[in-house]
């Protein structure tokens, strides 16, 4: 009963068109050594090829595993600046992404939000210019603790969703990740029916605010603690179409989460 109504999700999704995605956010780690041990490991997969897979990779190594992926896993930034050059220290701009083969970029994540203080408006923004330059984005929205427990998580991933749409019409090239900050590097999953209670309460809010068309095809990942052994009830959720994953992108598990759904 259960692995049909599974099923029938997987066909609901197909039927839309979203193509499962998981993404590795390596953030701050890996030296060259670790990151051949990584790519290691993801040649060796095999990876789902009904999977869409990307890593997103320290800026300073972008090119070094651009050339040494496998060519079934795609390349992320996990950042670039809102203008094509200039005086912005320490920043990249899309174009510079584009010129070494680079076509995602992370925007938005929570660590970006707390410790950088980016605000819903900056990240707008940027997600708009990537957009424009060509390159894909994952854009994370996520609620805190204190925000869930005050009962504000949907108005949290509604506004800072909003924020995108004010600058966005082409939602095409757009993967949302839903990643509630209290699940984040904490061990602490949210249970899959709290995970699709909000892709859900999203995916409906898109086909109100946004488009319906926008609704049924756009892809929403879950982030938040996923593992080789949480993942595949996660993974069978309706409105959960993949994975950004930080942890466990560093370890061979990796593999199984981005298989969680054959
Ligand atoms: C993340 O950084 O996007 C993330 C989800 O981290 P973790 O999987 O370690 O919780």
Redesign the pocket.
Known sequence: MESSKSLNECKCRLAMGRKFVVGG?W?MNGTKQQINEILSFLKAGPLNPDTEVIVGVPAVYLDYVKTNSPANVEVAAQNCYKADKGAFTGELSPIMLKDIGVNWVILG???RRQIFGESDELIAEKVAFALSNGLKVIA?IGETLQEREAGKTEEVVFRQTQAIANKVKDWSNVVI?Y?PVW????GKTATPQQAQEVHKALREWIGKNISQDVANSIRIQY????TGTNCKELGSQADIDGF??????LKPEFVTIVNARQ
Do not use: D, F, P
């Open positions: 956010n953030k994540h929570s660590e994370c990740a990643e699940a984040i590097g904490t982030g938040g603690s996923v950004l994953v930080g942890g466990a992108s």
